[in-house]
């Protein structure tokens, strides 16, 4: 089963909100900033893991650097592993963003295509909604129509490979203007 991409990109929002706490803790030189990238590697690690998202063993190839980065100048050691750091925190912040961005595109193409759907939808006259109907049956009645209309057979395939019907419900729940059905 095709996983929900509204649930994963609000899960990635989630992590890439983080990343000033970690900006902060490295601009205020906290002893702490190492540790706390390594726990942010780590859960995003274990999220995309849960996603089933192959970019997960990017995370742990940066956490190993973490774990392996030996200061050259022991002088300036925490100045060096403060750099270190930052540079990890961009790198690591640009391959998540990557990630984000990807499943952005996609949600926006379904959407996109719903669109067009209810566009038909509308001109079908075929629906009406009865405030005391159960909203989520009524937008499983218009995807079952859609799915069924042979004209608008071939966008409902485009939308189930982009997103699951979860996501399709919802987006069409979203994007539904009751007045015009």
Known sequence: MKRSIIDTINRLEK????????????EHKRATSSKTLRDWLIETEELLQKL??????????????????????????????LQ???????????????????????LENAKSLITQLLGV????????????????LFLERIWSFCKQHP?????????????????VLIIIGEEIDIESI
């Open 121 to 136: 939808v509308y001109q079908t006259n075929q629906f009406k909604y009865n405030p005391s109907e159960n909203f989520t």
């Open 84 to 106: 270190f750091c930052a540079s990890l925190l961009t790198q690591s912040q640009e391959d998540l963003w990557n990630l984000y961005e990807g499943f952005q595109i996609k």
């Open 151 to 167: 004209q608008l057979n071939g966008i409902t395939m485009q939308i189930t490979n982009l997103i699951n019907k979860t996501d």
């Open 15 to 26: 992590q890439l909100s983080q990343v000033h706490f970690i900006v902060n803790s490295i």
């Open 52 to 81: 089933r998202i192959t970019e997960a063993s990017k995370f742990a190839t940066k956490r190993g650097e973490l774990s392996a980065f030996i200061p050259k100048d022991l002088r300036n050691k925490k100045r060096e592993q």
